[in-house]
């Protein structure tokens, strides 16, 4: 059974970072293409960062430069670094695998920027 669960979200001040984590059992995560989304309220949800098994890296224009994903192989796990918040930044965000076996959601984490 797979599971994939995000951490590492919170409540900051504009201008403020956080590092998002995304864990996973079931899956080697290398192996997959690993998105991470967001759904703000009333929004559709988004892609903002997606890394592949090949390493190739992809941002959102509204993130580029602010947003750093990255992979840890020997952890399992992928990473958001998310920098220079805004509150248009505010949303409940997602980790998504996706590969051969299908597609794996976790279940989000909240990121809120409020002054």
């Known amino acids: 059974q797979v599971h994939v669960v995000e951490s590492g979200g919170g409540e900051v001040q504009p201008g403020g970072s956080l590092r998002l984590s995304c864990a996973a059992s079931?899956?080697?995560?290398?192996?997959?293409?690993m998105g991470w989304y967001r759904q703000a309220l009333g929004n559709q949800r988004e892609l903002v960062a997606q890394?592949?098994?090949?390493?190739?890296?992809y941002y959102a224009d509204t993130v580029k430069g602010r947003f750093t994903i990255s992979r840890n192989g020997a952890a399992n796990t992928v990473s958001l670094q998310i920098s220079t918040l805004n509150p248009v930044d505010t949303a409940v965000y997602y980790c998504?695998?996706?590969?051969?076996?299908?597609?794996?959601w976790g279940q989000g984490t909240q990121v809120t920027v409020s002054s």
């Open positions: 998504q695998a996706r590969g051969s076996s299908g597609v794996y």
């Open positions: 079931g899956i080697i995560l290398s192996a997959y293409t």
């Open positions: 890394i592949n098994r090949y390493g190739n890296i």
